[in-house]
């Protein structure tokens, strides 16, 4: 029998509002034993954590059984993250002490991977082959990059003008390289939140315009950028950009409902339901101009993942895609400020972070 | 040369807000003498307009050129309706006097109808044949029932919940009625706003639950007719109705977004923008559940129209489908009052007003 002393992230309370790591989250101190672990089951030490926007929805308030694409994570629940871990202990036939494995796992330096937690009869859980980042990277985002473009969102069209928002992110900013330089659409359109994403959206992905949503030219910029039109908006931010993609959207346009970011901090249930910031004007539009609105999640084209990722890797060596990736150091206390990171769009594609060992 | 005094009613000035008759409309008297006509140019008599929602944001303040799926109607021109006309006098090889025609004409007793102001290339303008009333319903909103149902809806599991707002409306009623006669769909439910047209659903629609959104128990009642979740939500009122309706759709649910008459008569430019009455909670479910929602006009449909004439004929034969019509009798000083019968909800079916020459 051995021991670990794991240090766990804990859901204690699920917050309203602006989230709030010390009400949010605690960290549990917990002796973990050979002993504890069941037929199947692997003890894990935490390499490096997936941050996904997706993550703040799993810990919503309002977000209730039903109400949301899996099973939340409620009060006193372990938190969840994908990730890569090393294989500690094992009592899985298919896997070994050593090895590295993708995993749906826990903010944890330590902790226990059963087939039964890591999703549908352990489909969160695979050997490591690669570069594990560049895993993390195209198998959890670039995939949705891949399917949200060139399935929900039909892309085909050269001559036409696309809107990508949150675009210097892990899905934008695969998004904006595939439209650019896969499909070769004319006219792409990241729109960010830095001058220094701008740039990054100008000389990496391939971006025929590059807007800060903060700047105070942005509305006259973003009518210049689409003076055709848009032909597919995709969104990754819902609220007001969304709302101002809806008012410029062309005949028979499409919109991919990928994310919503801009939204999900800020799920304040106690008065009036939170709008989605969508005005009567922009509502109008979608029926004038035939406009399709297509909700996405990667979890439809699960059988389709290895055709996904055998075309980005195809794509990474003929050098059309680049792999953007923000890694962020962090020792087990500090993982949950990853989650605020990329709310507040401080992360320029990939945000993942790597846990450090003092 | 022949002379009428034609009263005629123009748009005076495009209200915000809540429409005022006095204030948006002006009825004028002008002399129309067949010297008048150019080649090609009808002189008519009024005898029947189709009330229609889609004709206040023909008038609506935000209404602009390039933001409506038509020309706007702007302040100083003659307002337009759908109606049956009775030629007096023809400069048009077409037609002759005495015949009666469908056009795309004016408020008027006496006015001309031109090949140039009728639609693109007289496309609203041509002969009735069989009964006009019939043609009126079918022609403008059953149609647009026909396609939004079997098109744009891809309605095809029997074992659906099809939900319909507005479902007493002139569309709404043959939605509800292709769905249960036609389709055979299992479970239709209709929303509209008053106990009697609930009566209507329920004993003419075929509707398996009528709901009145007015009623105290609305939202239980709409709870329990959609236990099951909604396959395919056909929204004709926009506002709180769809967003309840997002909150309830099924994965891979889909909703046909035909018209918003909740938001019609509220174009309030003046302060902030108007919400689509859409919560962030309602979005993240478009997401989540992968729903569809797919704007549409009747006009992308042209090519098809008498193949839905011929079947929607063909099923009233069948005894499938009933014309539910609102025939309102109105001196031509009273006609403007159409418009507010129908935002106000208070038509059952299709609302035509009838034009009495005293």
Known sequence: MTKYSAKQWFVKKRTEGNINIQETFELVTKELSTDDLKEGDLLAKGLLFSNDPTQRLWISKDS????????????????????????????NAEFEKGDQVFARGNWADYCILSPDTTGDAGAFLFKVQGDPTALLTFGVTGI????????????TSKDSTIVVSVAAGATGSVVCQIAKNVLGIKNVVGITGSDAKCEVLKKTCGCDYALNYRSPTFKADFEEATKDEIDLYFDNTGGETL???????????RVVSCGAISLYDDDDTKGAPVSAGISREAWLQVIYHRVTIQGMLVTDFADQIMKALTDLGTWVAEGKLQLIQDIWEAEIEEVPKGMLKLLRGENTGKLITKVIYP
Do not use: W
């Not at 694409?69 to 090393?86: F, H, K, N, S, W």
């Not at 399917?147 to 892309?155: C, E, M, V």
């Open 144 to 155: 949705t990059a891949y399917f949200g473009l060139l399935h929900s969102g039909a892309a």
């Open 64 to 91: 209730v059984e039903g109400k949301l694409y899996r099973a939340p994570i409620v009060d006193g629940e372990l938190m969840q993250t994908y990730g890569i871990y090393e294989i500690l202990e094992s009592r």
């Open 243 to 253: 709302n101002m993609a809806l008012l410029r959207m062309k005949e028979h346009g």
